[in-house]
């Protein structure tokens, strides 16, 4: 079975400052990596996702992540952070045959402070 | 092109009434699906369709029905609502035929406390 842990609940960080969102995963067949970002009071956006390929992912919002698989890792990483990235960010994996369903990580919430 | 729109945005119900949830999509999508968000739990998926007139179980579908009569929307109802009920809840599209990857499409939620 699939599953995902988020390794930090909250993350608070100042303004432009850098941030790293630490995502592992567990799984016994290929996989597909996704972060999504959920700002207050809305629903989930797609940040990046990784399906093969090159090991580092570039989103929208100057976020990147890399896929370290022999760490089973999908860290989320931004070099200067904004008060607008305070959020709610979910990673989650999907088996890479069989893609129908994510499996969702508990979220992290980041604040960013001025 | 609206996305993925859900109705009602907000709602309260006394223990024990009943109330349908719509979510509607324009991508022409295949795949819907119903979540609820509760504090320190994330998104657990309570049912889902792969197309029109089908439907599944999800992680937590106990107390919820579904039906996807059209490809457009996918209905959630609460036959007999309890407290345990009360939530955000979230609903989402992806498109599947010939494309590698189902990325998901979410509605702005409903918030549902049941009383």
């Known amino acids: 079975a699939q599953s995902v842990t988020q390794l930090d609940s909250q993350v608070p960080v100042f303004e432009e400052a850098p941030v790293e969102l630490r995502c592992n995963y567990s799984?016994?067949?290929?996989?597909?990596l996704f972060w999504y970002v959920q700002y207050p009071n809305q629903g989930l956006q797609l940040l990046l996702k990784?399906?093969?390929?090159s090991t580092l992912v570039k989103g929208i919002n100057g976020f990147e992540a890399e896929f370290n698989k022999s760490q089973t890792s999908f860290h989320l990483r931004k070099p200067s952070v904004h008060i607008s990235d305070t959020a709610e960010y979910f990673c989650?994996?999907?088996?890479?045959?069989?893609?129908?369903?994510?499996?969702w990580g508990l979220g992290t919430s980041l604040a960013v402070n001025p | 092109n609206a996305g993925v729109t859900q109705t009602p945005k907000f709602r309260v119900l006394k223990t024990g009434q009943s109330m349908t949830l719509l979510c509607a999509q324009d991508?022409?999508?295949?795949?819907m699906y119903w979540y609820r968000q509760d504090p320190g739990m994330g998104l657990r998926l309570i049912h889902y369709?792969?197309?029109?007139?089908?439907?599944a179980k999800g992680e937590v579908p106990d107390g919820y029905n579904v039906s996807r009569l059209k490809k457009q929307n996918f209905l959630l109802g609460l036959e007999s609502a309890a407290p345990s009920q009360t939530s955000v809840y979230f609903c989402?599209?992806?498109?599947?035929?010939?494309?590698?990857?189902?990325?998901?499409?979410f509605g702005p939620g409903t918030r549902l406390t049941v009383l």
């Open positions: 990784y399906l093969s390929g």
């Open positions: 989650a994996v999907s088996n890479a045959g069989n893609n129908r369903k994510l499996i």
């Open positions: 799984s016994s067949v290929s996989v597909y």
């Open positions: 991508m022409n999508h295949e795949y």
């Open positions: 989402a599209s992806s498109y599947s035929t010939g494309a590698p990857l189902d990325t998901q499409y």
């Open positions: 369709s792969v197309g029109e007139g089908t439907t």
